[in-house]
């Protein structure tokens, strides 16, 4: 099994090498970088152009690693027992039936190997990537309520997804291969411009990508566009059919740009790129 990019995503080299790496090490990749560079999207990728299913696990702030693994549905057996004609009461004596399976489960005892996806795992609290490490390690885990141990039959290929809202614990590390998707810079966010964009014309993507990386490197904002913003804004661009000379000043000085909604998402960052106009204005 060997990652070698795909037609709908644009796989840097190192990136390649980090997927390759997890999938010899049998490692999970984590895989960091701001929100917006791909990181869930790899995932999907990765798993397509292996031929793998793909199971997802979305973390929320309330997420346990117990449901991952399976949860026993107390309610349901306790109402199937007070209505007890339901299958003439048979299904209530075997709790196999009120056994939930979470991802992990499915992923261990699924019939050919999976690719699955741990997305944006330090939304959990701190405990969650502590609670998952010997099952993460060892690929196996017990039901206590049928007294069975759950193994992989295939080791799944793991993606876990992080945006660097905690620091995640050092055991848990040591078992992760890491990878942290690095900004695109111009020549690589062209290719993949192009991958969703196959038809746009080149003076209006060179305008844009000067425009788009004059507000990134504006210093001082809080919300930096990335990506999915860029893409977002052509796209509507492209809609509203945006002129090429609303996008160049004629002197070369920044400008507040057409639908700058899409790029800027706070009211600070808007202030702070007016006023650098403003300030740009009055110097000359
Ligand atoms: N390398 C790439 N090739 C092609 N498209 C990309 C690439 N990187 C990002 N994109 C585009 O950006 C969008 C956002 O990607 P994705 O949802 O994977 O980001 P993310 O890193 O998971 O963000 P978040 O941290 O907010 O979840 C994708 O839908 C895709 O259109
Ligand atoms: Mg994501």
Redesign the pocket.
């Known amino acids: 099994m060997k990652f070698k990019g795909s037609d709908?995503?644009?796989?840097?080299q190192d990136?390649m090498l980090a997927v390759n790496a997890a999938i010899t090490l049998k490692r999970p990749l984590l895989?960091k970088?701001?929100?917006?560079?791909?990181?869930?999207?790899?995932a999907?990728?990765v798993a397509q152009s292996l031929g793998l299913p793909l199971l997802q696990w979305h973390i929320k702030s309330t997420t346990k690693a117990q449901q991952g693994l399976y949860e026993y549905d107390a309610v349901s057996r306790l109402r199937d027992s007070q209505l007890s004609d339901v299958d003439g009461g048979e299904r209530v004596k075997d709790i196999q039936n009120y056994i939930v399976k979470g991802v992990l489960w499915q992923a261990f005892t699924a019939d050919q190997p999976v690719a699955l996806l741990i997305?944006?795992i330090d939304k959990a609290d701190i405990e969650f990537p502590n609670d998952l490490l010997r099952e993460i390690d060892r690929m196996e885990f017990y039901c206590y309520e049928t007294r069975e141990l759950i193994r992989a039959k295939h080791r799944p290929v793991v993606f876990i997804?992080s945006?660097n809202e905690k620091e995640l614990p050092d055991a848990f590390l040591r078992r992760c291969f890491f990878h942290y998707?690095k900004f695109?810079d111009a020549e690589?966010m062209k290719?993949?411009v192009a991958?969703?964009f196959p038809g746009l014309k080149q003076e209006l993507l060179t305008a844009a990508m000067k425009t788009f990386y004059d507000v990134r490197n504006l210093p001082g904002l809080k919300k930096k566009p990335?990506?999915?913003e860029l893409?977002d804004w052509l796209k509507l661009l492209v809609a509203e059919d945006i002129p090429l000379e609303a996008l160049q000043s004629k002197d070369d000085k920044v400008a507040v740009p057409p639908l700058v909604g899409a790029l800027l998402k706070n009211e600070q960052d808007v202030t702070l790129f007016e006023k650098l106009v403003f300030m740009q204005r009055n110097n000359r």
């Open positions: 709908n995503y644009v796989a840097t990136l895989v970088g701001e929100p917006g560079t791909g990181k869930t999207m790899l999907e990728e997305d944006e997804t945006n998707i695109p690589t290719h993949i991958v969703h990335s990506t999915s893409l």
